[in-house]
């Protein structure tokens, strides 16, 4: 069958900036005329330039309302502008982790994954689209931006609208569009990502703990994990179908948050807190973030559990091959790690809020295993955090040190001291005073007469060393990241950290983070 493409006349639509983590706005923004067309065309040329004629791509979303439509769009726009192969997860589903191994594995040019991650779904809340390069990472800022710089000035848009898509099935497809071969391959969107991990966990071990009595309770909460939780742990590692909860993904996550936290997943924490089952976990709508508990719903931090892999990666075989070649935290991730990599001697990189800037330390065989405390864990096997791999990376440490998870933190602090930390959201902001605040709080760290300052609170008297706002260096490219956070440093290495929100879809959120180090044992 041939079809010929058709050129769209349209006009810059405002705003059209990927956050830290691609563009989220509301549906009904998205549904406006021409906004969707304008950012994909705006990815397709910003994002791929030259390479965008005879490209190939991956393309897969979280389930959210609207991606399907928008599947479909993406898929006759790629036809329409050259690109000569997309990679389809079925019905359009993919988890960001697995799209980052699927444009890894089939060394396309990169991949379009369509969520709002932890944001809602449904027809009133939020939908996103993220760009992701070929290293199977999230666009750069240079490439971010150079897609915002496209949507500014965008004049027309290429589409073949007669192109039939059907994302049902699985199987291949190839048609004529203005006289080239385009392919459509729509593929199961958990195979690959599944015999990716049974390469890099010992799946023995993990399958002999959990037939040694040991329960777990997993909560996919109506995202896209449901499909991967059913595959790995159900059909591979034997958890019973009644373990593995909110598995099928449903287009409004069940008018939940899918935001794996003690607030948002407080179904699995009653759960668990009845002391029936040894592990639990949750992911977000689209499988990038994790949450920890162990029994009687003992809660993991996210900066501790960073902290407990990193001393336990010689538990799972990848690293046995690949070497730790360094350790990496978000700015507002807990001290933690650096303490566990201090001890064993590995570089630790502090990099800006996003797992786009983990990208290049991994692209250059700097960084191993990354984390942020917005309950996103990883490792350099791709180049997304990766919820299920935290998961079985947490299984592996429980079958290898044979210890409880509650035991196996409690042993980390008594080893290391306790970083307390805590991260309080302002949500739904006014822009403009959200602003004004932090000017005013540039300008206190810019007044250097506060350094020294002492600040008494209980028994304890806290003295600023630092304050400033963090600028990021990239080490490998040398591209500088500015206004990264507001950053008050104490003496005891204590933090507290303002900054705010970039995956907000409209008015502001103001993020105030706030850590403080102990090993004295009498406060563990
Ligand atoms: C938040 C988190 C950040 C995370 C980002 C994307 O960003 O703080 O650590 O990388 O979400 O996560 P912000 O700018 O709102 O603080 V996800 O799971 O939404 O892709
Ligand atoms: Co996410």
């Known amino acids: 069958m041939s079809f010929s493409s058709k050129t769209a006349t349209s006009s810059p639509i405002e705003g059209?900036?990927?956050?830290?983590?691609?563009?989220?706005?509301?549906?009904?923004?998205?549904?406006?005329?021409?906004?969707?067309?304008?950012?994909?065309?705006?990815?397709?040329?910003?994002?791929?330039?030259?390479?965008?004629?005879?490209?190939?791509?991956?393309?897969?979303?979280?389930?959210?309302?609207?991606?399907?439509?928008?599947?479909?769009?993406?898929?006759?726009?790629?036809?329409?502008?050259?690109?000569?192969?997309?990679?389809?997860?079925?019905?359009?589903?993919?988890?960001?982790?697995?799209?980052?191994?699927?444009?890894?594995?089939?060394?396309?040019?990169?991949?379009?994954?369509?969520?709002?991650?932890?944001?809602?779904?449904?027809?009133?809340?939020?939908?996103?689209?993220?760009?992701?390069?070929?290293?199977?990472?999230?666009?750069?800022?240079?490439?971010?931006?150079?897609?915002?710089?496209?949507?500014?000035?965008?004049?027309?848009?290429?589409?073949?609208?007669?192109?039939?898509?059907?994302?049902?099935?699985?199987?291949?497809?190839?048609?004529?569009?203005?006289?080239?071969?385009?392919?459509?391959?729509?593929?199961?969107?958990?195979?690959?990502?599944?015999?990716?991990?049974?390469?890099?966990?010992?799946?023995?071990?993990?399958?002999?703990?959990?037939s040694s009595g040991f329960t777990v309770l997993v909560d996919a909460m109506n995202g896209v994990m449901g499909p991967y939780a059913k595959r790995v742990l159900g059909e591979e590692l034997g958890a019973p179908d009644s373990s593995l909860v909110n598995c099928i993904p449903k287009e409004d996550f069940g008018g939940k948050h899918p935001d794996p936290n003690l607030t948002y997943a407080a179904d699995l924490v009653n759960e668990m807190a009845k002391g029936q089952h040894d592990f639990g976990a949750a992911f977000d709508g689209d499988g990038d973030r994790n949450m920890i508990l162990g029994k009687k719903a003992f809660f993991v931090t996210p900066s501790d559990s960073l902290a407990v892999l990193a001393d336990n990666l010689d538990c799972i075989p990848y690293f046995k091959t690949t070497g730790i070649k360094g350790l990496a935290r978000s700015m507002p991730t807990s001290g933690a790690v650096d303490r566990v990599a201090k001890s064993k001697n590995l570089n630790c990189f502090e990099v800006p809020t996003g797992w786009k800037f983990f990208g290049n330390l991994m692209d250059a065989g700097c960084l191993s295993l990354c984390g942020e405390e917005s309950f996103g864990t990883g490792s350099d096997h791709?180049?997304?955090?990766?919820?299920?791999?935290?998961?079985?990376?947490?299984?592996?440490?429980?079958?290898?040190?044979?210890?409880?998870?509650?035991?196996?933190?409690?042993?980390?602090?008594?080893?290391?001291?306790?970083?307390?930390?805590?991260?309080?959201?302002?949500?739904?902001?006014?822009?403009?005073?959200?602003?004004?605040?932090?000017?005013?709080?540039?300008?206190?760290v810019a007044d250097k007469s506060n350094i020294g300052k002492s600040f008494t609170s209980g028994d304890k008297t806290y003295?600023?060393?630092?304050?400033?706002?963090?600028?990021?260096?990239?080490?490998?490219?040398?591209?500088?990241?500015?206004?990264?956070?507001?950053?008050?440093?104490?003496?005891?290495?204590?933090?507290?950290?303002?900054?705010?929100?970039?995956?907000?879809?409209?008015?502001?959120?103001?993020?105030m983070y706030i850590e403080g180090y102990e090993n004295d044992a009498a406060y563990l």
């Open 16 to 210: 059209q900036k990927p956050g830290t983590s691609g563009l989220r706005k509301a549906v009904k923004v998205y549904q406006t005329p021409h906004y969707t067309e304008n950012f994909v065309q705006s990815i397709l040329k910003g994002g791929l330039h030259d390479k965008l004629c005879g490209s190939s791509l991956v393309v897969g979303g979280d389930g959210r309302y609207f991606g399907k439509e928008a599947t479909e769009l993406i898929i006759r726009m790629c036809a329409a502008n050259g690109v000569s192969k997309v990679i389809v997860g079925l019905n359009g589903l993919m988890s960001t982790p697995a799209v980052s191994c699927v444009i890894r594995k089939y060394q396309t040019d990169g991949g379009i994954i369509l969520t709002a991650s932890h944001n809602p779904g449904g027809p009133d809340a939020d939908f996103g689209i993220k760009f992701n390069t070929s290293n199977g990472g999230p666009a750069p800022e240079n490439v971010t931006n150079s897609i915002f710089e496209f949507s500014k000035s965008i004049g027309e848009y290429r589409i073949c609208p007669d192109l039939p898509v059907c994302i049902e099935n699985i199987g291949s497809s190839v048609v004529q569009v203005d006289g080239s071969d385009f392919t459509v391959e729509v593929i199961d969107p958990v195979s690959d990502y599944a015999e990716y991990m049974k390469t890099i966990f010992d799946f023995g071990a993990i399958k002999e703990l959990m």
């Open 382 to 444: 791709i180049r997304e955090k990766d919820g299920l791999w935290a998961v079985l990376a947490w299984l592996s440490v429980l079958a290898n040190t044979k210890v409880t998870v509650e035991e196996s933190i409690k042993q980390h602090w008594n080893r290391y001291g306790r970083n307390f930390y805590t991260r309080y959201d302002y949500e739904n902001c006014e822009s403009a005073p959200a602003n004004k605040m932090m000017e005013d709080l540039n300008a206190f």
């Open 463 to 511: 003295k600023l060393a630092t304050a400033d706002n963090f600028c990021y260096t990239d080490p490998v490219d040398c591209s500088l990241s500015k206004n990264q956070g507001i950053r008050l440093i104490f003496a005891d290495d204590s933090r507290i950290i303002f900054r705010l929100s970039g995956t907000g879809s409209s008015g502001a959120t103001i993020r």
